[in-house]
């Protein structure tokens, strides 16, 4: 209502009377600008991106050429027969079950490192992989950083080359007892049936972690010595903050190297998906922000035999339905790597769909309509696909009132956000904080939102953690010349073939990355394995968790031909 008033004109008042403008007359003229820049922009820009020949397409989604290294020794020749040996197999899968076998669970209780027994388990695993992979711990430096973080440095000849950081970590989210007898092989077996291993932390992320270590353990024995420096990074709380492990490990890191130190990181991530008839990789370059915000009601207690119309729980259940009903616009943002997926599908794809390729050309944003009309097209292909340029609001944890006959005093809400590629989390605060507003006024409520606030008597209470992250940096993905970027796409295309193309990908969760912004701009996060023929159900987080093996020993294959793509570039 107050909004709507603000439009009217105001009572007249004396000295000389100037007719106000009609309000329909202003909306003429928005909506004449905006046919206005309509038509202007299909005559003399869209052409542009709509040629026939589809040139303008293609140079939207460049793709490199399979890249293979160069140096080949006989000894370089036979480790990569040895790897795709029935041999190998076997013995990789026995290595990855030991790892799984160690049940390296992280809480969100866990107390401090070296107080709290429940993290020792890791020096079983790091006892286990010193064991497991000998070469490796007798040629690259360990450091412990904080305990149990592991850093390893496989030393250069070529120090003015930037170092190659791989990264994984060594935990895993907990298994819950009351599911124990729903998994087909028990979570900590490390079963393997042939063609998966089976158990918790089997494609999150111990595959990457035995991953990256097979693939240094067989280069030291073909006796490959690098140019440029390889850091092993892997961190132990990444299930639950990584604060304890990647933040350490991070700062280790940028103390020694410097800003933007790095070369290129790989960490756990997206991995690769047949989309509109196209089989693509989709290394993530991208993550969404994190804000969970706390929302406390205090309302008067009292008996329950005697109820308001209205006390905290039902305040506090309101504001939730508000905010379920109230959810954020998809919107792709010009920096969103989700609109260069698009632009790749529609360069590429037979199947790609029409109103996509329609809605593409004319997608900017300097749009007169508050509507991302390409991006609400792309959303209907259901939530996998809508969050990815979609902040999410979900109420996660609720909680209220101590007795049975006793009026709840104080009622508890959180709601986790995670804020779209191009959004803050300043937007998130300010709208959270008119959603409360709007049920304070109903309820005769004050509202004290963000900053050093405290809870007053009949008030709703906005409040954050310490754990609010923006949106992640961009990585590049130019491919002129050699970057970070063309070395990745052209490494993964020489082990999987040209028909497999690549895009940029976006992670809507967070990575032990966070920590990691300042050491380089080019960071991916890429499950490197991948069996086209086995692109199913991995069961992370939940029930029968597995990974393919054959999909483990490609990654295997991919971590040892980076190393050496990159060890013969010309990046600094």
């Not at 291993?197 to 690098?226: H, M, T, Y």
């Not at 280790?252 to 509109?276: F, Q």
């Amino acid at each position: 209502m107050y909004e709507k008033e603000t439009l009217l004109p105001h009572s007249q008042t004396t000295g000389l009377h100037v007719r106000p403008r009609p309000l329909w007359l202003t909306f003429a003229h928005v909506a004449a600008f905006c046919l206005l820049a309509k038509i202007s922009f299909d005559a003399f820009i869209s052409p542009s991106f709509t040629s026939h020949d589809g040139a303008e397409l293609l140079s939207k989604c460049p793709q490199v050429e399979p890249l293979f290294p160069s140096q080949d020794t006989p000894e370089l020749s036979k480790m990569d027969a040895y790897i795709a040996s029935p041999k190998f197999v076997n013995e990789t899968a026995a290595r990855m079950a030991g790892a799984i076998q160690i049940p390296s669970q992280s809480y969100d209780d866990l107390g401090p490192v070296g107080e709290d027994k429940r993290w020792d388990v890791m020096f079983d695993l790091a006892e286990y992989l010193e064991k497991t992979f000998p070469l490796t711990h007798t040629t690259l430096k360990l450091e412990k950083i904080n305990t149990h973080g592991l850093l390893y440095t496989w030393q250069g000849s070529n120090e003015d080359l930037k170092p190659t950081v791989f990264m994984a970590h060594q935990d895993v989210v907990p298994v819950a007892e009351s599911t124990v007898d729903q998994w087909t092989h028990p979570p900590f077996s490390g079963f393997f049936d042939g063609k998966y291993i089976w158990g918790r932390g089997s494609a999150d992320c111990k595959n990457n972690l035995v991953g990256i270590l097979e693939a240094v353990e067989l280069l030291i024995d073909a006796g490959f010595q690098p140019k440029r420096t390889l850091i092993l990074s892997f961190g132990f709380d990444e299930e639950t903050s990584g604060k304890e492990g990647a933040q350490h490990l991070a700062n280790a890191l940028i103390s020694r190297y410097g800003k933007n130190g790095g070369a290129v990181i790989v960490d756990e991530g997206a991995g690769y998906s047949t989309i509109w008839g196209t089989p693509f990789a989709l290394p993530a370059v991208a993550e969404k922000g994190y804000i969970d915000v706390e929302i406390i009601v205090r309302m008067p207690g009292g008996h329950s035999s005697i109820p308001p119309v209205h006390n905290g729980i039902g305040v506090i259940a309101e504001l939730a339905m508000l905010i379920e009903a109230n959810r954020y616009e998809p919107h792709l943002h010009t920096e969103n790597p989700f609109l260069g997926l698009l632009q790749c599908g529609a360069a590429h794809s037979p199947e790609f769909p029409s109103k996509l390729k329609k809605l593409l050309p004319s997608h900017n944003g300097a749009v007169c309509s508050k509507k991302d009309k390409l991006a609400l097209e792309a959303a209907k292909e259901g939530d996998m696909v809508k969050y990815l340029f979609t902040t999410s609001a979900s109420p996660d944890v609720i909680g209220g009132g101590v007795k049975n006959n006793a009026l709840p005093e104080r009622t508890r809400l959180l709601v986790n956000h995670r804020v779209n590629v191009g959004d803050h989390t300043s937007d998130v605060q300010e709208r959270l904080k008119k959603l409360a507003q709007q049920v304070a006024d109903k309820h005769n409520l004050t509202v004290n939102a963000f900053g050093d606030v405290v809870e007053t008597p009949r008030s709703i209470t906005l409040n954050t953690n310490k754990d609010v992250l923006e949106p992640a940096p961009v990585t590049p993905t130019s491919v002129n010349g050699v970057t970070p970027y063309s070395v990745l796409s052209g490494t993964t295309r020489a082990l999987y073939g040209e028909k497999l193309l690549m895009a940029p990908g976006l992670s809507t969760g967070n990575t032990d990355t966070r920590f990691y912004w300042d050491l380089t701009p080019h960071i991916f996060r890429f499950e490197p394995g991948w069996d086209p023929e086995n692109e199913g159900f991995s069961g992370i987080h939940t029930v029968d968790e597995k990974i393919g093996v054959f999909a483990h020993i490609k990654g295997i294959q991919w971590y040892s031909l980076f190393i050496r793509n990159m060890d013969e570039t010309e990046l600094a």
